[in-house]
């Protein structure tokens, strides 16, 4: 048995990570976390789901390109702490690429408000504003890299327009940005301002989801393949048995609370949750 860190109440819930890949003219990538692929064939201008994580520093990032397993482009660390999603972005030439790891806000603003933020990632962009077209700044002088703090706007449909920042000079138009009621967004400026292709775009992401991967259907033991069994329960609960449900490895992310060998014993019960 390979146990990581035990949940209490206290903790809360598990950390999640997205994968964001604005790199212009790297492939796909295969992302691999202690070891095991988990954010597989992430393409440009394309986010993962979030993936459950344990919390800690020891989830160490390994990024490929698809296909060639055993080349790897990047290899990163993450501090990952309870009731937190993280953004990892890949960005800059595929020569030359870094990444940046975002902390997410995934509570949502109230009705008929929307939560936006602003990062730039095209590596041969000035620094920018983000303005409405013929309108106030939004997010100012704007370097790569940088990131632009939430801010809470109306919802509704904008024209934007991105700047040299300081000036009026108009880089691009971004139109009919739609902004619904109660969401909260990520916008990425990326590709590449002096080409060749992909010129420069946005990439509109969604962030109130936690998107934590749910379990499947049920199904019944098998124990010839490694198994988990997870279940909620409150400190009065503890002498409660509920008729145990078993998912096949590939439907949890692979870093859960214990891992248990074929046919091997199970672990004991967690303090405030029945581990078998």
């Given at each position: 048995?390979?146990a990581?860190?035990?949940?209490?109440?206290?903790?809360?819930?598990?950390?999640?990570?997205?994968?964001?890949?604005?790199?212009?003219?790297?492939?796909?990538?295969?992302?691999?976390?202690?070891?095991?692929?988990?954010?597989?064939?992430?393409?440009?201008?394309?986010?993962?789901?979030?993936?459950?994580?344990?919390?800690?520093?020891?989830?160490?990032?390994?990024?490929?390109?698809?296909?060639?397993?055993?080349?790897?482009?990047?290899?990163?660390?993450?501090?990952l702490?309870?009731?937190?999603?993280?953004?990892?972005?890949?960005?800059?030439?595929?020569?030359?690429?870094?990444?940046?790891?975002?902390?997410?806000d995934?509570?949502?603003?109230?009705?008929?408000?929307?939560?936006?933020?602003?990062?730039?990632?095209?590596?041969?962009?000035?620094?920018?504003?983000?303005?409405?077209?013929?309108?106030r700044?939004?997010?100012?002088?704007?370097?790569?890299k940088?990131?632009?703090?939430?801010?809470?706007?109306?919802?509704?449909?904008?024209?934007?327009?991105?700047?040299?920042?300081?000036?009026?000079?108009?880089?691009?138009?971004?139109?009919?940005?739609?902004?619904?009621?109660?969401?909260?967004?990520?916008?990425?400026?990326?590709?590449?301002?002096?080409?060749?292709?992909?010129?420069?775009n946005?990439l509109?992401l969604?962030?109130v989801?936690?998107?934590?991967?749910?379990?499947?259907?049920?199904?019944?033991?098998?124990?010839?393949?490694?198994?988990?069994?997870?279940?909620?329960?409150?400190?009065?609960?503890?002498?409660?048995?509920?008729?145990?449900?078993?998912?096949?490895?590939?439907e949890?992310?692979?870093?859960?609370?214990?891992?248990?060998?074929?046919?091997?014993?199970?672990?004991?019960?967690?303090?405030?949750?029945?581990?078998?």
């Open positions: 048995m390979v990581t860190q035990p949940f209490t109440q206290a903790q809360g819930e598990l950390p999640s990570v997205r994968v964001v890949h604005t790199s212009p003219d790297a492939p796909p990538f295969d992302v691999l976390a202690n070891g095991r692929l988990t954010f597989p064939q992430v393409k440009y201008g394309t986010a993962s789901d979030y993936r459950p994580f344990n919390a800690g520093n020891y989830n160490l990032l390994r990024v490929l390109t698809t296909g060639l397993t055993s080349t790897a482009v990047l290899t990163m660390g993450l501090d702490s309870f009731n937190t999603h993280y953004s990892v972005l890949m960005l800059g030439r595929a020569t030359n690429l870094s990444a940046l790891t975002l902390v997410d995934p509570i949502m603003p109230p009705l008929g408000q929307a939560k936006l933020r602003f990062v730039h990632a095209a590596p041969d962009a000035p620094a920018v504003d983000i303005a409405l077209r013929n309108g700044v939004l997010f100012s002088n704007v370097a790569y940088w990131i632009g703090a939430y801010q809470t706007v109306a919802a509704g449909t904008y024209d934007l327009e991105i700047r040299v920042a300081g000036t009026t000079q108009i880089i691009t138009t971004i139109p009919q940005v739609q902004l619904n009621s109660a969401t909260v967004h990520t916008m990425l400026a990326i590709g590449l301002l002096s080409g060749p292709q992909p010129g420069l946005v509109l969604n962030d989801s936690s998107g934590l991967t749910p379990p499947m259907e049920s199904k019944s033991l098998d124990l010839t393949a490694p198994h988990y069994y997870y279940h909620n329960y409150t400190p009065a609960d503890l002498n409660q048995y509920p008729p145990p449900v078993y998912y096949q490895p590939q949890i992310h692979p870093l859960n609370y214990y891992e248990v060998a074929p046919n091997s014993a199970y672990p004991p019960p967690c303090p405030t949750r029945r581990c078998w």
